[in-house]
């Protein structure tokens, strides 16, 4: 998905941005970068981090850099931040979102006149340079911003730094957070509300949808009012948040307790211990197990000194062998054991299946399957937060394929997202003989809106059922 990171600062922000976009690093996979201004000129970082942290790799930077304004990133895919020069005088930008309608865009584009782009590899454009052509078609920067965001499909969070500030602009429907923060002589904006709190800043507050405000040392000022419609991502909450995160109120960590709570007491199942997919399932698992009163216990343990993130290395075999060589069995919790497993999603299916079979390698006699959402039925349009190509990629997607053909009418996807269909239940138990679990119930999308405790017309559910 990716995360971002602004400082404004009287004296020099180098390394409150230095470990404000490091407080990142579980949002993306491949790139960071880090720019500032000294009033003057730019200076700027960028680096691979698909085998090294973000730390490792620009500890040295930070003595290079220097000056009192400055915007960073974690990338899961483009180079950035960029540093542009136009009409609008010299800036740099970074961003965090999707373009869904990118092609239409650029076909756009070259319409309205003489347009160029920097071709990347596989003929991909960096969907934040895409961003910034579209501003610089506008007199101003406000103008610019709020035109980029109305021509995108998708989602589109953006940081602008000028020599004398920074833009902060929440994508149109608050589909990722923007939060800014303060401290005596200092201001911020950062997707992650956590990244600010060692660094001395406390939450001024939150950006609302489509909000766009303009920071620099002496203030924050509103340029842009909140729209009234909202769509924050709820698998923010589910999966992707850092547990000491919060979006719009709603603490990420207590959040998963109420989850896990919730899926306890729609449950019967009789296991020996509850136990959470590491990281993300942990939290989900000691809210089922406070409410059902089965014990929580750990019987893999992920190593963490040497291994990345599952889903950083760019083949789906690399990522499944990387899932698989950090998880560590403890025989003693699992040896003739029934187990409850939690994990936050099944999305391709492939990793859950070989940790249930290396479960039952290690003397499991029974792995009751108990995911934190409903079954993903469609693709991300917005966030990224699935390398998906196509809806088949999904496995319940597939299920249904081979159950209906190739094509599969909206009214009867439809039927298979409601819990209480009978498509539905054959589904379920369809995926649970593939995925070779003893029993399988996922969370009802009712149950996890109120676990958020957002009313669910702020919620983006697209991914469980369609609603754009």
Request: glycine share 8%; net charge negative; with cysteine.
């Amino acid at each position: 998905m990716g995360g971002i990171f602004g400082v404004a600062s009287k004296s020099d922000c180098v390394m409150d941005l230095f470990f404000g976009v490091d407080y990142h690093s579980h949002l993306g996979t491949k790139r960071g970068g880090m720019a500032v201004s000294d009033g003057e000129s730019f200076s700027r970082a960028i680096h691979n981090i698909e085998n090294s942290p973000f730390r490792t790799k620009f500890e040295h930077d930070v003595e290079d850099l220097h000056g009192n304004l400055g915007i960073g990133c974690i990338s899961d895919e483009d180079p950035q931040p960029l540093l542009i020069q136009s009409h609008l005088g010299s800036f740099a930008i970074t961003t965090v979102g999707k373009i869904s309608n990118q092609k239409e865009i650029i076909e756009e584009l070259y319409k309205s006149g003489p347009v160029y782009f920097l071709e990347q590899s596989g003929s991909r454009i960096n969907s934040t340079e895409i961003t910034a052509v579209l501003i610089n078609q506008k007199p101003t920067f406000e103008e610019g911003i709020e035109y980029a965001q109305e021509m995108i499909k998708g989602s589109m969070s953006i940081l602008i730094l000028t020599h004398k500030g920074i833009y902060a602009a929440r994508d149109r429907y608050g589909r990722t957070p923007i939060t800014l923060g303060e401290k005596p002589g200092s201001y911020c904006a950062t997707l992650e509300s956590h990244a600010f709190l060692n660094l001395g800043y406390r939450c001024y507050r939150e950006l609302g949808a489509g909000e766009l405000v303009y920071i620099d040392e002496k203030g924050i000022t509103t340029l842009r009012k909140p729209r009234e419609e909202m769509k924050i991502c709820s698998f923010l909450w589910v999966y992707y948040g850092y547990p000491t995160a919060v979006y719009e109120g709603v603490n990420v960590e207590q959040m998963r307790y109420n989850c896990g709570k919730l899926l306890a007491r729609r449950d019967d199942v009789d296991a020996d211990i509850v136990a959470g997919v590491p990281d993300s399932g942990t939290a989900h698992a000691i809210g089922y197990a406070n409410e059902s009163g089965i014990p929580f216990a750990r019987p893999f343990i992920k190593y963490t000194p040497t291994w990345p993130r599952s889903f950083t290395p760019t083949h789906q075999a690399q990522r499944n062998l990387v899932a698989h060589m950090k998880l560590i069995p403890v025989e003693a919790l699992i040896f003739n054991k029934d187990l409850l497993l939690i994990d936050d999603s099944i999305v391709r299916g492939t990793q859950l299946r070989e940790t249930t079979d290396f479960l039952y390698n290690s003397g499991a006699k029974h792995v009751h399957v108990r995911p934190a959402c409903p079954p993903i039925m469609y693709g991300c349009k917005y966030l990224n937060f699935s390398r998906s190509n196509s809806d088949l990629d999904l496995i319940a997607r597939r299920i249904i394929r081979d159950r209906e053909g190739d094509y599969v009418s909206p009214e009867i996807l439809k039927d298979y997202t409601d819990p209480d269909s009978k498509n539905y239940k054959e589904m379920v138990e369809e995926l649970r003989k593939i995925q070779h679990f003893s029993t399988l119930k996922f969370n009802r999308l009712d149950d996890l809106i109120e676990s958020i405790g957002l009313p669910e017309c702020k919620l983006c559910t697209y991914c469980w059922n369609g609603k754009e």
